[in-house]
């Protein structure tokens, strides 16, 4: 029987230099729980040279049942002999993602918000997953690291593996990041506006009770998005980061929500609705905190896609096992307050997790409720595409544990450009300036990071 390979290495709080070593490796990925910006996360996961890489870059938008269904028998089959222990999230797999267009109901925009030429969308795959038979695997919490492999990877390339890590410099340098231009939105003030004057027309015609409304910001620069990367994660650490490297493109998240985790059938979403900005003056911070956790609108908006994602659940898991485990409970960031629910149930024996991401996705709180009309309104309104932000990032292993997250306060960079989005959730008593200002929070700090680099 084939068995896993568990190589201590030295443990370091801070896994960056980890990936800096190991970056120039093809399709290299690092599912960062931002340590020691964040207290939240607890294992670091990087990977590198994927056994098989499925990639869809031009998705029909009919035939996506079947390609998921192929998608996720050929990664059974390629981990078919994969080993795992209980102790580690990961110990070989699928890692990828899910775009927010994969889930699109249509594949046309017809848009008649006044506007300037839309952003256009970055040259990413629709779907994209690597089979990685090897990871990286940091354990925070207990202050240990480990090589992890499985039988397939030979000894000349766990040695290089070692020598990489345990060398005193990485293998390339790194080239300053430096952007070349100004941000520009897709939604100027004005414009934002109008587009939440469309949003609100279909609130009250009842087609919807929330529609989640984002602007894309689009600059040029030069240089390694890595060193981008950790310049914001020093801003924004959140415990679902991820920087993955396609060749052409790279994908820079820093997400603070799960999408859904599974783990020996026990499944978990923990939508985020409800946002205010952090203050340098403790006092100011705790009445802005104690702000949003009294506040009957934000709240409202939260129970609202509670309710949407414990249906989402009931079409993967066992009847009378879904239950809202925390509602509205106040997590802080480094950059934002949010107020966080918690939803599990048990997997059905007839479904499995991917099964049960894809009944989630896309996630309900960067959609709004009811989903599918949610998400026709936001294709009709919003001049741009969200690519893989409000996307899903995930890891699956071959022992079914999974985890994912929601891929907001994301950027991709691609063709020497940056992109990135931020949103928020409009409900009937949204105020347009309020909103507008609630996306400048999100992005703002973030914007301005990369600018002083």
């Known amino acids: 029987m084939a068995s896993l390979r568990r190589i201590p290495l030295p443990y370091h709080c801070d896994s960056c230099g980890f990936f800096s070593k190991l970056k120039h490796l093809a399709y290299p990925v690092f599912l960062d729980s931002a340590a020691p910006f964040s207290d939240f996360g607890r294992f670091d996961i990087i990977c590198a040279q994927p056994k098989e890489i499925i990639s869809l870059k031009t998705n029909s938008y009919d035939n996506n049942r079947t390609f998921l269904i192929n998608t996720e028998n050929r990664i059974k089959t390629l981990c078919n002999e994969f080993v795992s222990t209980d102790d580690l999230p990961f110990c070989g797999g699928a890692i990828g993602y899910m775009s927010y267009e994969f889930g699109r109901p249509s594949a046309k925009i017809d848009c008649d918000i006044e506007q300037k030429p839309p952003i256009a969308s970055p040259p990413t795959p629709d ?113 679902f980061s991820v920087f993955m490297d396609l060749g052409n493109s790279q994908i820079l998240s820093f997400s603070p929500e799960r999408l859904l985790s599974a783990r020996k059938g026990h499944l978990q979403t923990q939508p985020i609705k409800g946002t205010a900005a952090r203050d340098p003056d403790p006092i100011k911070d705790q009445a802005l905190a104690a702000e949003l956790r009294g506040s009957e609108k934000n709240r409202a908006e939260n129970v609202m896609i509670v309710d949407l994602l414990r249906n989402d659940f009931s079409k993967s898991c066992l009847a009378s096992t879904v239950k809202t485990e925390k509602l509205c409970e106040l997590q802080s960031f480094r950059t934002v307050h949010h107020l966080v629910s918690t939803v599990s149930g048990e997997l059905r024996p007839d479904c499995t997790p991917f099964n049960a991401l894809q009944n989630c996705f896309p996630g309900g709180s960067i959609t709004g409720a009811p989903k599918r009309r949610a998400m026709e309104i936001i294709d009709e309104i919003e001049p741009h595409r969200r690519s893989v932000y409000c996307g899903s990032i995930f890891y699956l292993g071959a022992d079914g544990k999974m985890d994912s997250n929601i891929a907001i306060r994301s950027f991709v960079c691609a063709d020497n450009e940056i992109t990135g989005w931020a949103g928020g959730g409009i409900v009937a008593d949204s105020d347009a300036d309020e909103e507008f200002i609630e996306t400048e929070t999100k992005i703002g700090k973030l914007l301005a990071a990369l600018a002083d680099l």
């Open 127 to 239: 779907f994209h997953v690597g089979v990685y038979e090897w990871a990286i695997v940091v354990d925070h919490l207990n202050k240990q690291c480990e090589l992890v492999a499985q039988a397939g990877v030979d000894d000349q390339t766990l040695a290089q593996i070692e020598q990489c890590v345990l060398s005193a410099k990485p293998n390339s340098p790194i080239t300053p990041f430096k952007l070349s231009g100004d941000f520009v939105s897709s939604l100027d003030q004005r414009q934002y506006r109008q587009a939440f004057n469309r949003v609100q027309d279909y609130i009250r015609a009842g087609d919807c009770y929330q529609i989640n409304l984002t602007r894309a910001f689009n600059a040029n620069y030069r240089g390694d998005p890595w060193q981008a990367y950790q310049r914001l994660r020093e801003t924004a650490a959140a415990p």
